[in-house]
């Protein structure tokens, strides 16, 4: 039986307000399909692990974050608080690869104490997707539906994908070859080229010097796809500038 978390005094990014599902207290509960993806209106940056690269690369440039401990961004816009990637209506754009960080919302797994070692699943109720209305059944009894059981199965191959991710960032760092990132970009008509700063990217000089042996490790483990990946995704850098370009216009 889950029981109330503790004071949250920081949600994660699109999480307004988290509650743990409960065959108590949502026996009847149900989901509701998700009308847009609007949560994410105000955002240019998702967080994604690594298990994602290979399908990320192709609509977003993927970059990596400041923080103390950088995660792996895909970027959906150049400005704050401006998503490229989110039509009008509040769908996705078509034939783009939508991020599992979001596919998961509104659920998660979390701890619901901080000492304790395991995560319990939540959902943020403020979005009204969950409720006694909802089509699709949460709970048989007292047991977890079909659709629970998919949501958590997903949850937890997301967290573990998060500690894969783990690794790969804390190995760039053992190896020293994260850079303060510098994108410039000069396209027909400009009078000076447009700049864009303030994420991190892997030093393409450092990796090309790395010794051989580290190199063979990377290789075998897969951490230089991983690198590759990323540094081929920075290119659509261009292909959201230009988009940028475009939104006035449209």
């Known amino acids: 039986m889950a029981t109330q978390p503790q004071a949250q005094p920081q949600l994660p990014l699109f999480y307004r307000n988290l509650v743990p599902l409960s065959s108590e207290l949502h026996a009847g509960f149900g989901l ?54 989110l039509e009008p209506d509040g769908q996705w754009r078509p034939r783009a690869y939508i991020p599992a960080y979001i596919r ?29 209305d909802g089509e699709q059944k949460l709970f048989d009894g007292t047991e977890p539906s079909e659709t629970t059981k998919g949501i958590l199965k997903f949850c937890e191959e997301f967290e573990a994908a ?35 700063s303030g994420f991190r990217m892997v030093d393409e000089k ?27 995704s920075l290119g659509q850098m261009r292909e959201l500038f230009a988009d940028l370009q475009a939104r006035p216009a449209a």
Not at 39 to 52: G, Q, S
Not at 107 to 131: C, E, I, T, Y
Request: net charge neutral; glycine share 8%.
């Open 32 to 85: 509701k399909p998700r009308p847009n993806l609007e949560f994410a209106r105000l955002t240019h940056a998702v967080p994604i692990t690594v298990d994602e690269f290979a399908l990320a690369q192709r609509n977003y440039p993927i970059v990596f974050g400041t923080d103390q401990v950088a995660v792996p961004l895909a970027l959906v816009g150049l400005r704050e608080g401006e998503n490229l990637f």
């Open 162 to 196: 998060v500690a894969r991710t783990r690794g790969f960032m804390e190995e760039l760092g053992k190896l020293g070859l994260l850079m303060d990132g510098q994108a410039s970009i000069q396209n027909p008509g400009m009078a000076e080229p447009a700049n864009f």
């Open 104 to 132: 998961r919302h509104p659920f998660m797994l979390a701890r619901l104490q901080p000492d304790s070692q395991m995560l319990s699943l939540v959902f943020d109720d403020s979005w009204g997707l969950v409720a006694e």
């Open 206 to 232: 450092k990796l090309q010097n790395i010794r051989g042996d580290q190199a063979r490790k990377m290789v075998q483990n897969g951490m230089m796809g991983l690198i590759y990946a990323h540094l081929f």
